[in-house]
């Protein structure tokens, strides 16, 4: 059986990182989720998170704004809005993208928009927290 | 015939016309390599969102509650054409095809009692179609401020066009921009972003028919879609700036090899009005001596 399985993580500009992973931590829309080897196909969309990713014992970060995920036995790749290694993300970043959260929500009609227009600040705003920015 | 003093002056000025060209078209090279660059980065991502939402699509066009953006609205009555084109000129043909190619298009659409509106990208093809379809024109999108093109700026223009669908503003869009062939070849392209169509994905994706979905396959689609048309937009920016690039390239190199024919005709001109000055100058000497 397999131990690793094969990772992406591309953003529209560029792939972010490509290795053999033994273990992916997701940030769901719905929650977060582990991806190992093996794991029945998936796709989910992203909320705005930390991946981490386990290669060769080595633990990597990155933060991801969104976009979605796509879980196969053999492989991983996530679609992520923004990606970066955690260790450049920095508090202007972060505020940025809660500036335009906010313009979303005072720009959206209907319950549903608001409620998911809502949902992507708070997650911002938890995403900060983690980070301490 | 020009005083020689008029003709020293003309081939040092074309002298300096063909370095500016030459350097333009360094600097063109440059860009073009980074502009390749860029679209290669890109196109993993492209792929790879193309593929899913093509899966996801085919389960779901064919149901009742399928999306808008997928379904359509149900007409075609309002086209929007995206013009995309370049900020500077000194690009030889490359906003004119597009323009030409777009023109083309409105033209039929009207012929057929469609109702157009077009949205222009870029100063360029603004200008262009400024002068014969000012009626039609909704709207501009200026990039000149943009230096090096983002996912964040297409995506401007998707929300952009997404908030006029959504308000009803047409029912199909359609984007225009050159597909980058090579350096001397860049196609002129149509290519409709609303509704959206994408080809689903072939070999590992084929089994996309067991994959687990969170939330709900719809739930999902509807996230994805308006992503799909940003990466769409950005795919064909992208390609209409290297292309440009290509063009400008081939534009300077031709200018500069004008420029050198140019000094090369000026300098024999010149050599042979001094060789006639300096002979018919002999000439007056030894006749007069002649005639002494």
Known sequence: ??????????????????????????????????????????????????????????VSEYVVTGGFAEVSPTATSILAEQAMPREEVTADLLDQLQKSAEAALAETSGDEEKGAADTRLRDIAQLKRTLRL | ???????????ESVKSTRKIT???????????????????AARPYAERMEAVLGNLAAG???????????????????HLLVVATSERGLCGGFNSAIVKLARAKARTLLAQGKTVKILTVGKKGREQLRRD?????????????????????????????????????????????????????????????IPASFEAGAGDMGAAAQYEYEPDEEAILADLLPRGVATQVFTALLENAASEQGARMSAMDNA?????????????????????????????????????
Do not use: W
Request: neutral net charge; proline residues 4%.
């Open chain 1, 1 to 58: 059986m397999a131990t690793t399985m094969h990772f992406d993580l591309v953003s529209p500009e560029r792939k972010v990182v490509s290795v053999e992973a033994s273990m992916v931590q997701i940030p769901g829309a719905d929650g977060d989720l582990t991806a190992m080897p093996n794991h029945a196909p998936f796709l989910t969309t992203l909320r705005p998170g930390v991946v981490k990713v386990t290669a060769a014992g080595q």
């Open chain 2, 1 to 11: 015939m020009p005083s020689l003093k008029d003709l020293k002056i003309r081939i």
């Open chain 2, 22 to 40: 030459k350097a333009m078209q360094m600097v063109a090279a440059a860009k073009l390599r980074r502009a390749q660059e860029a679209a290669e």
């Open chain 2, 60 to 78: 779901v066009a064919s149901s009742p509650t399928a999306p808008r953006l997928l379904g359509g609205t149900g007409g075609d009555q309002v």
């Open chain 2, 133 to 193: 379809m000012s009626d039609y024109l909704v709207g501009h999108v200026d990039l000149s401020e943009v230096k090096k093109l983002g996912y964040l700026d297409a995506q401007r223009i998707a929300t952009d066009l997404l908030h006029r669908f959504n308000h009803g503003e047409f029912d199909v869009c359609t984007i225009f921009f050159n597909r980058f062939v090579s350096v001397i070849s860049q196609v002129p392209t149509e290519r409709q972003l």
């Open chain 2, 256 to 292: 500069t090899r004008n420029a050198g024919d140019m000094i090369g005709k000026l300098t024999i001109l010149y050599n042979r009005s001094r060789q006639a000055a300096i002979t018919s100058e002999l000439i007056e000497i030894i006749s007069g001596a002649e005639a002494l």
